[in-house]
C-alpha cells in the first residue's frame, strides 16, 4: 500500500467503479454443488440454463466458459472462414473483435451513434462489402442498439447479426428482454457485469440446429454429453464429429450464476434509480453529456458514461485524476479497438464518432451496494471539478 492509498484509508474508503453483490446464498450454493461430488459441467449448468431461457425469453441457452468463447462458438456456426468479413464496433470490448480473427475472418469495424455509442443501420451500411457475412453488435455498457433497422438491412442481404449483450442482460428493447430477437447472442458473467459466475458466458439461439451444434462444440465436438454419459445405464461411446473445443462451464459457476439470476430484476432496479440520481445531480454541470434511456428501450446501466464536451474546464484524463485523489475511481470510457497495438496496420475506414468518445467520456462507479452518500462524493467531486459550488 503506497502512502495515498493509506491517507484515503484512513479517511474515506476509495469508491470503486463496480463491486459485485454476492451474498451468504451465492456461497451456499457453491458449497452444495462442491459437497454433491458434481463440479464440472452437469445438472446445475442444465438448471442455469433454462432458468436464463425463462427470464430472458429465448429458445436455447448454451453456457459456456466466457462471452469470449461465447462469441467465439458464434462465429464457427456461422462458418465464417478466412476471406469473410464481419463487421464490428471498434468502440467496444476487444474481444468483440478478436473473436472474428480467431476463425480466420476479417473485423471492418465500423463507427458508432454518438449517443447510443452503439452501432446502427447507417454505420453499418457504410462498410458493407460483397464479403459481408455478420455483424457483431453490441449493446455497450447496456445500452440497446436499435435492433429492428438492422435487422431490416442485414436479414434481406444473408448478413447475420450476433448481439454482443455481455453487458445487456436485464435490458430490454421494445418492451421485451434482450436475448430473444436475433439469432445468435453472447452474455457475460464476468464480475464487471451485471450479474456473475466469476467467469463464465452464455449464447442464446432461436435455432434448434445451432443450438445442439453449440453445445458439441463446447464439448470437444463430442456426440453425447459427459452429463448424458453418467446418467445412463449402459454402455455408451461417444464420437468425436468436429474439431469441438473445452469451452464449459462448471457446476460451481452455474450455481451462483442461479442465485445471481434470481437477484437481476433487484439488482437492475438499483442501477437504474441510481443512474437517475447521477442524470439528476449532474444536470446543471456545464460540458457533460450523460448515459440516458433511448427512445426504443431500457439500458441496465452496466456502464455509466459521461462525456466532455469543450464546454468542461478539465480534458477526460484531467477529471479522473481529479476524482481519483479524492478516493473516487472512474474509469476512462469504452476503449476503441483499432487504437491498440493488436490492431495497428489494420485497414479502416475514418471513425470520428468512435475516437471523439473513447478520448472524452469516462464511466462512473455504479454498482448494487453503492450507497447514496457515496454517490453524492461522486457528483460532488464533478461538480467541484466544473468550479461549482455544492448544491
Ligand atoms: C466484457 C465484454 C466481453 C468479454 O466478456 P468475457 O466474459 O470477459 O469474455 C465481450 N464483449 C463486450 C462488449 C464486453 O463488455
Redesign the pocket.
Known sequence: MNEVDDVQTQSRPTIPIMKPWLGEEEAQAAAAAIASGWVAQGPRVAAFEEAMEVALQARHAIAVS????A?HLCMVVLDIHAGDEVVVPSL??I??ANAVRYVGGTPVFADVDPVTQNLTAETIEAVLSPATRAVVV?H?GGMPADLDEIHRLCDPRGVAVVE?A??AIGSTYRGSPIGGHSDLV?L???P??VITTG???MILTRREAWAERLKRLREHGMSVSAAARHESTTLVVEEYLETGYNFRMTDIQAAVGIVQLGRLGEIVRRRRELAARYQEGLASVPGIGVASDPPYGETNFQSFWVVLSSEFPLERNDLITFLMARGISPRRGIMASHLEPAYRGHPHLDLPVTEALTRRSLLLPLYHALSDDEQDRVIDGIREAAGLERP
Do not use: I, N, P
Open positions: 466466457s462471452c469470449t468463447t462469441l467496444s470490448f474481444a468483440t453490441v455497450q454482443d455481455a453487458c453472447a457475460s458473467f464476468h464487471r457485469k467467469e463464465g458466458g
